[in-house]
């Protein structure tokens, strides 16, 4: 079938990618065994099994074929971004305390969150390994720069998220760390494998953070919005976990004394009962805050567009539009 025939752009991608994406999976496969510690694969392929659209990979793979790739290193880095994702969500999973991931149990649930933690450790050690392959320099700084981002956004919406007093720079700092890091990234080092000049590689770091907010918001969003069957997560885990996310913050700002009293004991003290989560969306779309999100999710989705402008026509650029505009649909 031609990927012009296939309705979602991600699929699309995939369809156009299909050979680097097989040399991907097959170097994951390949790297993420160990000889001495079989519990290692068991849970890695526990997660890659679970049937992610290895999207960023995939950003890594389009914008080097954009750029005119002539490397042979796009694979190896593609499948150094998805071994930061995947160890990146076996500590989340850890640190949330979450029991389902992509509709399937958690790793921390079905081994223990040692195994979890160490099994992350593992992966990102060999995604530096992976890297420094490449023998590129500005590939090695980009990638540890984006792994010490991530881990730095973490950390922060540990400390912000249970705090009333959070507001929207900071979670717009924490989502460029613990999200939008790894897409800029991905989207980055494919431009610079492939040689392209400063501009170019400027327009795809641009391209990737955007896409990356606006991912993550809508993300937040469908948790209060979304169907568990389609997000793999159960609608109002983030208030359950008493996450302050982007909806929360707009409602908050906006609260009365007896809505923020309530605030603050759900998210703040942790003092939930039946019933709360039912009180916590009335006043969401009371103050508009769910529509206010959305806008949001838009208009990043629109500035990851516009950034792909300054690129010469290509099919996977006609593709990465329809990406951003696909992130935001999930939300209707």
Same mark, same amino acid.
């Given at each position: 079938?031609?990927?012009? +025939?296939?309705?979602k752009?991600?699929?699309?991608?995939?369809? !156009?990618?299909?050979?680097?994406?097989?040399? *991907?999976?097959?170097?994951?496969?390949?790297?993420?065994?160990? $000889?001495?510690?079989?519990?290692?694969?068991?849970?890695?392929?526990?997660?890659?099994?679970? @049937? @992610?659209?290895?999207?960023?990979?995939?950003?890594?793979?389009?914008?080097?074929?954009m750029?005119?790739?002539?490397?042979?290193?796009? *694979?190896?880095?593609?499948?150094? &971004?998805?071994?930061i994702?995947?160890?990146?969500l076996?500590?989340?999973?850890?640190?949330?305390?979450?029991?389902?991931?992509?509709?399937?149990?958690?790793?921390? %649930?079905? !081994?223990?969150?040692? #195994?979890?933690?160490?099994?992350?450790?593992?992966?990102?050690?060999?995604?530096?390994?992976?890297?420094?392959?490449?023998?590129n320099?500005? &590939?090695?700084?980009?990638?540890?720069?984006?792994?010490?981002?991530?881990?730095?956004?973490?950390?922060?919406?540990?400390?912000?998220?249970?705090?009333?007093?959070?507001?929207?720079? &900071?979670?717009?700092q924490? *989502?460029?760390?613990?999200?939008?890091?790894?897409?800029?990234?991905?989207?980055?080092?494919?431009?610079?494998?492939?040689?392209?000049?400063?501009?170019?590689?400027?327009?795809?770091?641009?391209?990737?953070?955007? %896409?990356? &907010? #606006?991912?993550?918001?809508?993300?937040?969003?469908?948790?209060?919005q979304?169907?568990?069957?389609?997000?793999?997560?159960?609608?109002g885990?983030?208030?359950?976990?008493?996450?302050?996310?982007?909806?929360?913050?707009?409602?908050?700002?906006?609260?009365?004394?007896?809505?923020?009293?309530?605030?603050?004991?759900?998210?703040?003290?942790?003092?939930?009962? +039946?019933?709360? %989560?039912?009180?916590?969306?009335?006043l969401?779309?009371?103050?508009?805050?769910?529509?206010?999100?959305?806008?949001?999710?838009?208009?990043?989705?629109? $500035?990851?567009?516009?950034?792909?402008?300054?690129?010469? +026509?290509?099919?996977?650029?006609?593709?990465?539009?329809?990406?951003?505009?696909?992130?935001?649909?999930?939300i209707?």
């Open positions: 079938m031609d990927a012009s +025939d296939i309705a752009p991600h699929d699309r991608l995939a369809a !156009w990618l299909a050979d680097d994406l097989d040399a *991907v999976n097959r170097l994951i496969q390949d790297r993420m065994a160990s $000889k001495h510690a079989p519990r290692i694969p068991e849970v890695t392929r526990h997660l890659v099994d679970a @049937g @992610g659209k290895r999207l960023r990979p995939m950003l890594t793979l389009a914008t080097a074929h750029c005119g790739n002539t490397s042979p290193y796009h *694979v190896h880095l593609a499948a150094t &971004v998805e071994f994702h995947t160890a990146t076996l500590h989340d999973d850890v640190v949330d305390e979450s029991g389902q991931r992509r509709g399937r149990p958690t790793a921390n %649930l079905l !081994w223990d969150n040692k #195994s979890s933690v160490l099994v992350g450790d593992y992966l990102f050690s060999r995604s530096f390994q992976l890297m420094t392959e490449t023998g320099m500005r &590939v090695l700084r980009i990638l540890s720069d984006a792994s010490a981002t991530i881990a730095e956004g973490e950390v922060l919406q540990m400390t912000a998220a249970q705090d009333l007093a959070t507001d929207e720079a &900071v979670y717009l924490v *989502v460029r760390g613990k999200t939008a890091a790894l897409f800029s990234a991905a989207t980055e080092v494919g431009g610079v494998i492939a040689g392209a000049d400063d501009a170019t590689v400027q327009a795809l770091f641009d391209y990737g953070d955007a %896409l990356g &907010v #606006s991912f993550q918001i809508v993300d937040d969003l469908l948790d209060y979304g169907m568990s069957a389609a997000t793999g997560k159960n609608v885990d983030d208030f359950r976990e008493r996450k302050l996310t982007l909806p929360v913050i707009k409602a908050v700002a906006q609260a009365d004394a007896e809505e923020r009293a309530f605030w603050s004991r759900t998210i703040e003290k942790g003092k939930q009962e +039946d019933g709360d %989560l039912d009180h916590a969306l009335d969401l779309h009371k103050h508009g805050a769910l529509e206010a999100t959305k806008d949001d999710a838009m208009a990043w989705a629109a $500035k990851a567009k516009d950034a792909l402008t300054r690129l010469p +026509d290509h099919d996977l650029k006609q593709m990465l539009i329809d990406l951003a505009d696909y992130v935001v649909e999930r209707n």
